[in-house]
């Protein structure tokens, strides 16, 4: 009876609703805000990363302007001594070099001399609080007289150094060589992709093709959980157990070291490959698995001739979201990789990642100092080469990659 | 008289607790093209996918009696499933050419058994689109997308696929039924050639399809093997009430 009733009131309204006016264009608030509103907050979001790489590169800007005489005459000329660390031979330029900065007027003279010091080494110490406490107490020669003010321009200094290997950022003669820095990155990232990549994709493979409903349903939520695991944890576990473990495998000399790194981050990397890799073969249509079959292919067969190269386009962001995890991690850096800024391709050698770096040293910089640039500086790189390395990829994988795989 | 090439005894399958197929005996020539025509859902296509064991892919399949194919029970429990649908191939309803090249589809079943010779894949590939009247379209573009041809392409590509495997039997899931008469006038030319060579059962919606292109035809419903018989003798002369009703057009 009622079923009659609702059927026939259907049935009269649907009657009335004939006389609809089509000819007046009809103004409909809830569709024009909200169309609003979601272009307001895509635009905001879109417009905040931009402000954020505009602020990070701003604050670098005034390392490419030459510093600004804010210190007016110097009576007193400041003579320091200083060596950093242990003084190796490895330190480049030949000895005795004299080099001037900008203008030198008056008595102000710069002489530097650093390197290898022939034998007499000597290392003298000068970080803040003077301790004079000489390693070896030999006199050395390694001298060099800066007076700050008008002649030194570190702007200039650090500019001309942000292309060597050498990262000495406290010191009177400071150094901003961010190429071992960022050789240590690409190691890194090169080592926890080597070992991420080929098991978080073999895993969704197995995930998405072989197991069956029940395992997937375990497997998948469980890595995925992982995905938001702490960094710090990771650290913490490659600091304690993973780098002795894998000493006392591959017995290298130096226990954090890029390898011990790499695995690390490979580890926090691992679950964001993998979801986005097991998601992008979940989604080859079921077709190309039965005609795949259909054709005498065992299951092996198909999941790596057929759905793999299906889904390489979700298996490459997939990888370059990876990259972008490990290129910007800074807690595992900071407690598994040595944090030595040195060049070197060993991969068992201690090494300092950009992140790290502007980790460790952010909060105990001078604010608008020159070393405080630099780190800015760090930060908008990072920036641009992720920002590179996503439209290289798009361009290669869209463009050479692709057609190769699934024809032009 | 013909020889029989697939022999199906009380084939029995379950869908979970639903009985999909009753009882299906039927015997499928050799060399011939058999057509099953049906209204939807009376169990055709599932028939079709029992006879190369596609139906293992589903969980809740269950099946009951006989299939064989050349006298071997493809049921058994030492059948090579792999190898079973190496001798038995499919054309599917919806073109699924792969997202590669159009050599490399066809060139793909041979590769994965084994032969990596290029001029030998070169002659399987150029023989296996010509078998499927397609190799005058693409032979200037064999490096382009298979994705990129046309749906009645895509179909023709799909067969030459299967036949560059070299199969005994073609299980054919309504190949036409998504495409344009020009299109499926070329398949149902194919068909006919292809008949030479090859066992072919076809699944067929299209009641005028089957009476051209068909020498057996089977009419089921719900899940019964209603009749079957020479194509001629079932769209003619009818023994069941049933069949007679569904191909004149007064019900499904």
């Known amino acids: 009876m009622t079923k009659k009733k609702s059927k026939k009131e259907l049935l009269n309204r649907n009657t009335e609703s004939v006389n609809i006016d089509i000819t007046q264009k009809k103004f409909r608030l809830s569709d024009f805000l909200a169309e609003k509103v979601i272009k307001g907050v895509a635009f905001l979001s879109i417009a905040i990363i931009i402000l954020i790489f505009v602020f990070v590169f701003r604050e670098s800007l005034p390392i490419f302007q030459p510093e600004k005489a804010t210190v007016g005459l110097v009576t007193a000329k400041q003579e320091v001594q200083e060596t950093y660390g242990e003084v190796t031979d490895s330190l480049s330029t030949s000895p005795a070099v004299q080099e001037t900065y900008g203008a030198v007027k008056d008595t102000t003279e710069v002489q530097e001399q650093y390197g290898a010091v022939k034998d007499t080494t000597e290392v003298q110490e000068q970080y803040g609080v003077q301790t004079k406490d000489t390693l070896g107490g030999i006199q050395a020669d390694d001298t060099y007289t800066v007076s700050s003010g008008s002649g030194y321009d570190h702007n200039r200094a650090a500019l001309r150094s942000l292309g060597t290997t050498e990262w000495v950022p406290v010191s009177e003669k400071p150094r901003y060589g961010i190429l071992a820095l960022l050789m240590g990155t690409l190691k890194i990232t090169l080592i926890s992709m080597l070992f991420s990549a080929p098991l978080a994709i073999l895993a969704a493979l197995y995930t998405s093709v072989f197991a069956n409903k029940k395992m997937k349903e375990i497997i998948k939520p469980t890595i995925e959980l992982l995905a938001g695991f702490p960094s710090v944890v990771i650290g913490f576990f490659a600091l304690m157990v993973l780098a002795t473990f894998l000493q006392s495998i591959f017995h290298y000399d130096t226990r954090l070291n890029s390898f011990v790194g790499g695995i690390a981050m490979g580890i926090a990397a691992i679950p964001i490959i993998f979801t986005i890799t097991e998601d992008a073969l979940t989604a080859v249509p079921k077709t190309y698995y039965e005609a795949s079959l259909a054709l005498g292919a065992s299951r092996w067969q198909t999941a790596f001739f057929v759905i793999l190269p299906a889904a390489t386009p979700g298996i490459f962001a997939a990888i370059l979201l990876g990259i972008g995890r490990v290129f910007g991690e800074t807690m595992i850096a900071l407690m598994a990789t040595g944090n030595a800024a040195q060049m070197d391709i060993n991969p068992f050698a201690s090494v300092r990642t950009l992140a790290a770096t502007i980790g460790a040293e952010m909060a105990e910089v001078v604010f608008g100092d020159t070393h405080y640039n630099v780190l800015f500086l760090i930060g908008s790189l990072l920036f641009i080469f992720t920002f590179l390395l996503n439209a290289i990829a798009e361009f290669y994988v869209k463009g050479k990659l692709l057609k190769r795989i699934q024809g032009k | ?252």
């Not at chain 2, 590769?111 to 693409?138: P, Y």
């Not at chain 2, 799909?158 to 070329?186: Q, Y």
Request: overall charge neutral; charged content about 25%.
């Open chain 2, 1 to 252: 008289m013909t020889i029989e090439k697939i022999n199906t005894e009380n084939l029995i399958l379950y869908y979970g607790q639903k009985l999909a197929l009753n009882n299906i005996s039927i015997k499928i020539p050799e060399k011939k093209v058999t057509a099953f025509i049906g209204p939807s859902g009376c169990g055709k296509s599932t028939f079709l996918r029992s006879l190369n064991r596609m139906n293992d892919l589903i969980d809740s399949v269950r099946i009951e009696g006989k299939v064989m194919i050349d006298d071997i029970n493809i049921y058994d429990k030492n059948i090579d499933v792999v190898n079973l649908r190496k001798k038995v191939g499919m054309v599917f309803q919806k073109s699924n050419p792969f997202a590669k090249s159009i050599y490399e589809n066809i060139a793909y079943g041979p590769r994965i058994n084994g032969i990596s010779n290029s001029n030998q894949l070169d002659e399987i590939v150029e023989t296996a689109l010509k078998n499927a009247a397609i190799w005058e379209e693409v032979k200037d573009r064999l490096g382009d997308s298979a994705l990129g041809l046309s749906g009645g392409q895509q179909q023709r590509l799909c067969i030459a696929r299967t036949l560059a495997v070299n199969p005994e039997i073609v299980l054919m899931d309504e190949p036409a039924s998504a495409l344009d008469p020009l299109s499926t006038s070329k398949i149902e030319e194919l068909i006919v050639q292809l008949k030479e060579h090859f066992t072919i059962v076809i699944v067929t919606h299209n009641m005028q399809q089957a009476s051209r292109i068909s020498d057996h035809t089977a009419f089921f419903y719900l899940g019964e093997l209603i009749e079957f018989d020479k194509t001629r003798k079932i769209f003619t002369n009818p023994e069941k009430k049933q069949t007679e009703d569904y191909i004149t057009g007064r019900f499904g």
